[in-house]
Nanobody
Framework: QMQLVESGGGLVQAGGSLRLSCAAS????????MAWFRQAPEKEREFVAV????????SYADSVKGRFTISRDNAKNTVYLQMNSLKPEDTAVYYC??????????????????WGQGTQVTVSS
């Protein structure tokens, strides 16, 4: 079983930056495609960014493209989400998720079997 633990959330002013981390344990993270999702109050969970097992490819939601960067360090079993130029509409609980690499990159919530507990990001205007 794979465990994912997110950290790095907090309160930041609009225009500021945060760096989220997702530490994986129980399985070798390099065997997994890793993604970030987020869920705002009274909204459905949505895709934010995904990275292939060897960092050979990344993809982003249009709403965060050019502002967020996903990266990973397989030696540390950790995935990161660097968030710049934050906006109030980025306020949400951010979740880390994983799926086996041989199943390919996907963007749907139901495509991922392993999830962290989430970390709150609040952007004030």
């Amino acid at each position: 079983q794979m465990q994912l633990v997110e950290s790095g959330g907090g309160l930041v002013q609009a225009g500021g930056s945060l760096r989220l981390s997702c530490a994986a344990s129980g399985r070798t993270s390099s065997d997994y495609v890793m993604a970030w999702f987020r869920q705002a109050p009274e909204k459905e969970r949505e895709f934010v960014a995904v990275i292939n097992w060897d960092s050979s490819g990344t993809s982003y939601a249009d709403s965060v493209k050019g502002r967020f960067t996903i990266s990973r360090d397989n030696a540390k079993n950790t995935v990161y989400l660097q968030m710049n130029s934050l906006k109030p509409e980025d306020t949400a609980v951010y979740y880390c998720a994983a799926r086996p690499f041989y199943r390919g990159v996907r963007f749907g919530v139901t495509d991922y079997g392993f999830w962290g507990q989430g970390t709150q990001v609040t952007v004030s205007s």
